[in-house]
């Protein structure tokens, strides 16, 4: 049982990275060569970034702090050897 609350934190951020790469690579595409528009100046501009891609970075970030959160707290609880 110690070791499953031991590891609970990196699972769960490595989890959320998984996930949020898997999100913010379904987001779907809102520009290509699908149509062609010869008779107007206007140019299509595809937006930064949709919502959808913006969910899956927030939730990566959030698993990347939680997991570099968790190896601080183990590096900085390490123990010194006895002699």
């Known amino acids: ?12 951020g ?6 949020g790469i898997f ?4 987001a779907p595409v809102g ?3 699908f ?11 595809p937006p930064f970034m949709t919502p959808q891609l913006g969910i899956g970075i927030a939730v990566a970030g959030a698993g990347l ?3 570099a959160g968790w190896v601080g707290f183990r590096i900085g609880r390490r123990r010194e050897p006895a002699d």
């Open 31 to 33: 520009f290509g060569w």
């Open 14 to 19: 490595i989890a959320a990275i998984i996930g």
């Open 1 to 12: 049982m110690s070791s499953v609350r031991r590891f609970w934190a990196p699972a769960v």
């Open 35 to 45: 149509a062609y528009a010869p008779l107007t100046d206007a140019a299509f501009v």
């Open 23 to 26: 999100i913010a690579r379904s």
């Open 65 to 67: 702090a939680l997991l």
